[in-house]
Structures are given as C-alpha cells and as structure tokens.
C-alpha cells in the first residue's frame, strides 16, 4: 500500500507540473505570464496571471483582471487541464461571450490547433459568436442555430411577460 501512495504521488506530481507548464505556454499566446498554485494537502487552487509584459506590474489572481482577460486565462486554464487528462470529448461553453476580438482569435486559434493535434477527439465549442472567421476545413464542421424569434407584443418586455 505504501508503494502504492508514492507512485500516485509521483503520477499527481507529473500531470501536476504538466499542467503548469502547459498553462504557462498557453498565456503566452497573448503575451501574458502566471502561474497555477495547486496545493493537493489542502485541496486548493489559485490562478495568478499578468496580462502584458511580466515585469512589469505584480501578479494578479483573476479577480483583477477584465472580464476579457479572465476569460482567455480561463481558456488556457481548461486547455491545460485538458491536456492531462484523457477523454474522447472536451466541450466548452460561451468561453467567448466577455471577450474582446482579439482575445477571441487568439483563444480560437489555441483550441483549433489543440483540436487538430488530437484528431482522435472530439471537440465541442457552443457560442453565441460568429464563426465567419474559422477557416475551413474538413475536420471542422459549424452548425448555426436560426435566430430565435422575437415577440412583437408591445408587453413582452425583455423575455417577460408583464402582468396587468
């Protein structure tokens, strides 16, 4: 039992500092820098990122940052989650919806080519964005849901229907 322990130590220790590492490499895509602080004995994790040049300004945890910048770290977070664990499905969610253009295409870019490396995959992006801008490709199929419609009653304000 006690060999047991140490290799899951030495197994959560590796994907440990993969992850990190992965996490590092993905935030330097947009130029930033940070780190993940994951303590297994107390069961915590902290994101600390600094968008921009590193040196110069202090680490920042995510509720510093704008809500486009915590969501490319957020992006990157996932993506170097994903790379250590093994699954034939990776879904992401609205992971755009408080994002700049330009963080967008970076963040869109990173998964794309994430999702091209590991063709054995399959990987799932819903959005409310266009996707006009993804190039083409025979791996990569976009379905587009019709608008919804929209009532014209002067009294549904909103998704509500007021009461008289």
Same mark, same amino acid.
């Given at each position: ?53 590193? *040196?110069?300004?202090?680490?920042? #945890? ?21 790379? %250590? ?10 992971? *755009?919806?408080?994002? *700049?253009?330009?963080?967008?295409? %970076? ?39 019709? #608008? ?15 009461? #008289?």
């Amino acid at each position: 039992m006690l060999e047991r322990c140490r290799t899951y130590k030495k197994f959560r220790k590796s994907l440990t500092l993969r992850c990190k590492y992965n996490f590092g490499e993905f935030l330097k895509n947009r130029y930033y820098s940070g780190r993940l602080d994951i303590d297994h004995n107390n069961e915590t994790l902290s994101i600390i990122v600094q968008p921009g040049e590193g *040196d110069k300004a202090a680490l920042h #945890d995510t509720r510093s940052l704008s809500g486009g910048e915590r969501s490319f770290s957020t992006v990157c977070f996932i993506l170097s989650v994903w790379s %250590i664990t093994e699954s034939p499905f990776r879904c992401l969610d609205e992971f *755009d919806v408080y994002m *700049d253009m330009v963080n967008r295409r %970076i963040s869109m870019d990173m998964m794309l080519k994430v999702a091209d490396s590991q063709h054995y995959r399959q990987f799932i992006f819903l959005t409310p964005q266009t996707m006009s801008a993804v190039p083409p490709s025979r791996l990569i199929r976009i379905l587009q849901l019709e #608008d919804p419609e929209r009532s014209q009653n002067p009294s549904y304000q909103n998704g509500h229907q007021e009461e #008289d």
